[in-house]
């Protein structure tokens, strides 16, 4: 199950993958469960990415609001 922050770490890493700290605490849980990947650094920063993974349990929670 995840926390909260995790849920919204996962949520910031969908819409605005750009705008996410590399260094959360958070994306080290998500990476575990195969939930986001971690690209490398094009422009010195790496940048998150949903998994389909994490994009099925976004999708999932979106129907259950």
Do not use: Y
């Not at 993958?17 to 790496?46: F, K, M, Y």
């Not at 389909?52 to 129907?63: E, N």
Request: net charge neutral.
């Amino acid at each position: 199950m995840l926390s909260p922050h995790e849920l919204a770490t996962l949520m910031l890493v969908k819409n605005a993958p750009d705008r996410i700290e590399p260094d959360r605490i958070e994306l080290g849980a998500l990476r575990e469960l195969q939930l986001i990947a971690i690209e490398p650094p094009e422009s010195g920063v790496p940048l998150a990415r949903v998994t389909p993974r994490g994009d099925a349990l976004l999708r999932a929670v979106s129907r259950v609001r």
